[in-house]
């Protein structure tokens, strides 16, 4: 079973350019618009260049209203 179709949540695509500077230009606010449905899947992460350092941000802030699961075909560095 997909943990999309498990949790339920929203599902994104770093690789849409226009969700990408959304994501990259603010973090915070770009996450307030999911934070009802308590899941965020990002998808093609290898796109940001500062994934890791917007993921901290965004769980420092958001982790008691929303979990992130994170992937991409490409390797990136998460801390």
């Given amino acids: ?3 999309k179709e498990k949790y339920n949540g929203e599902y994104i695509i770093l690789e849409d350019d226009v969700l ?16 009802d449905k308590k899941f965020l899947y990002i998808d093609e992460a290898q796109y940001c260049k ?3 350092k917007i993921v901290k941000l965004i769980l420092d802030i958001f982790s008691n209203k929303i979990k992130i699961v994170i992937t991409g075909s490409g390797s990136f560095d998460i801390k």
């Fill in 1 to 3: 079973m997909h943990l």
């Fill in 20 to 35: 990408l500077k959304s994501f990259e230009e603010s973090p915070k606010e770009f996450v307030k618009k999911y934070l």
């Fill in 50 to 52: 500062k994934i890791g």
